[in-house]
């Protein structure tokens, strides 16, 4: 077993009090995450530490949370590459509800804005899908892997000082329906992305690219969006 000490975050705003640090001394098997930390404080040493966590594969991203000072997945960061303590704190930029659980609705308010969905009011030949080549496939591929953690959106200094910024993650969303031949909505998501709240927010920092768990280009995507407004060419 490898003993791991973690050094948790915790805050109930309801309370009024400032966040506190707390410590606990756990162990986790060799190959062990971060997130097998928490349970086993969660499951033995205190039942009231919150945070969420579901698939704990990598694939929901519900347990994004800043370790070490980096937005990570809790599930897919080894506590035996990480020096300790290991420090937990709660995504920054969103409001905190308890301990590691922040309010995700700011986010998805700007996910929303993008219209991340197919848009196309003509059905599709009779008996056939709406079809696409491999090589208009590739043109998005990357954005498809988004798994809306909000990494790449916390990670973002102008989200942290703007909460009217749409963010990262909803501009790669944008681009994943923007560049897809099916859709006839690119357009209108390029017009809404054009305003003082969209695209050319972005700095251009790449926090958000070292940030996303699934290796998006997330930088690129963006700077790719922002030619298309300038360019009208899709």
Request: glycine letters at 6%; charged letters at 25%.
């Amino acid at each position: 077993m490898l003993p791991v000490k973690l050094k948790v975050q915790r805050h109930g705003p309801e309370s009024g009090a400032e966040p506190v640090w707390a410590e606990y001394d756990t162990e986790v098997e060799d190959n062990g995450r971060v997130l097998d930390a928490l349970h086993y404080v969660k499951w033995h040493m205190d039942g009231s530490l919150a945070f969420r966590r579901s698939c704990a594969h990598g694939v929901c991203g519900s347990d994004a949370m800043v370790i070490n000072g980096v937005n990570r997945l809790a599930c897919a960061v080894l506590c035996r590459d990480l020096e300790q303590p290991i420090t937990v704190e709660p995504l920054r930029g969103l409001p905190v509800e308890k301990d590691l659980i922040v309010d995700m609705e700011p986010f998805f308010e700007g996910y929303k804005a993008v219209l991340p969905w197919l848009i196309n009011d003509e059905s599709p030949p009779a008996g056939s899908e709406r079809r696409q080549s491999p090589q208009e496939r590739r043109r998005y591929d990357d954005t498809t892997k988004c798994i809306l953690c909000a990494a790449c959106t916390t990670s973002c200094p102008i989200f942290w000082s703007d909460d009217s910024y749409v963010g990262p993650a909803a501009i790669v969303n944008a681009h994943r329906f923007i560049y897809d031949s099916r859709d006839e909505g690119g357009s209108e998501r390029l017009e809404a992305l054009s305003s003082s709240d969209g695209a050319f927010r972005c700095r251009t920092t790449f926090n958000c690219t070292d940030a996303c768990p699934r290796g998006i280009k997330v930088t690129e995507a963006i700077q790719e969006v922002k030619r298309s407004i300038f360019f009208k060419k899709i």
